[in-house]
Antibody, heavy 126, light 107 residues
Framework: QVQLQESGPRLVKPLQTLSLTCTVS??????????WSWIRQPAGKGLEWIGRIDTSGSTNYNPSLKSRVTISVDTSKNQFSLKLNSVTAADTAVYYC??????????????????WGQGTLVTVSS | DIQMTQSPSSLSASVGDRVTITCRASQTISNYLNWYQQKPGKAPKVLIY???SLQSGVPSRFTGSGSGTDFTLTISSLQPEDFATYYCQQSYSTSWTFGQGTKVEIK
């Protein structure tokens, strides 16, 4: 079955760019018409959706992060990536990648996040 | 942005109890509502999608209901492995949002 794995630097300095990659195994990122998402969770807090991308490269972002976030996809490597600019300590969190399963119904498209990667803790500190 | 508000934020319950968690959307979202379970140190796992559809492999003691702005996750008979934090998430808009979570603890 499809599995996702996050990778990237665990420590980022303030005002620099956080960069993470999610590698998809067990299936092609290009097939199926899925959305691929990033979600984060500060320690002891709830989940925050960061954004999503489809394999045509179309993106949607959380409005509160939109000015600092870029999500991209590399179908040749079966990966998608997250870049978050100008980070501060408030961006310290566990970052998850996930695929959105879906089906179409008469009123639109239902999406839900499954599976998720195991998550990676990124700390912003000098 | 669509805001999702869960209640309660936490609850204490015993094994065998019936537990109900509610989630309210700041605007109508039809049935575009999913429920996740998260255990400490683990990634969330989907339980219910499209408000009431049970994800494959999830025990039938979990049920979801609701439409519009008000939704409910019910655990019919709480089991030891169900002590966790539960999140709702809307997929109605192009900017998805989660509720703040409900922690289910052992009484």
């Amino acid at each position: 079955q499809v599995q996702l794995q996050e990778s990237g630097p665990r420590l980022v300095k303030p005002l620099q760019t956080l960069s993470l990659t999610c590698t998809v195994s067990g299936g092609s990122i290009s097939s199926g018409g899925y959305y691929w998402s990033w979600i984060r969770q500060p320690a002891g807090k709830g989940l925050e959706w960061i954004g999503r991308i489809d394999t045509s490269g179309s993106t949607n972002y959380n409005p509160s992060l939109k000015s600092r976030v870029t999500i991209s996809v590399d179908t040749s490597k079966n990966q998608f990536s997250l870049k978050l600019n100008s980070v501060t300590a408030a961006d310290t969190a566990v970052y998850y990648c996930a695929r959105a399963l879906y089906y179409h119904e008469s009123s639109g498209r239902q999406d839900w996040l499954d599976p998720w990667g195991q998550g990676t803790l990124v700390t912003v500190s000098s | 942005d669509i805001q999702m508000t869960q209640s309660p934020s936490s609850l204490s319950a015993s094994v065998g109890d019936r537990v109900t968690i509610t989630c309210r959307a700041s605007q109508t979202i039809s049935n575009y509502l999913n429920w996740y379970q998260q255990k400490p140190g683990k990634a969330p796992k989907v339980l219910i999608y499209a408000a009431s559809s049970l994800q494959s492999g999830v025990p039938s003691r979990f049920t979801g209901s609701g439409s519009g702005t008000d939704f409910t996750l019910t655990i019919s008979s709480l089991q030891p492995e169900d002590f966790a934090t539960y999140y709702c998430q809307q997929s109605y808009s192009t900017s998805w949002t989660f509720g703040q979570g409900t922690k289910v603890e052992i009484k």
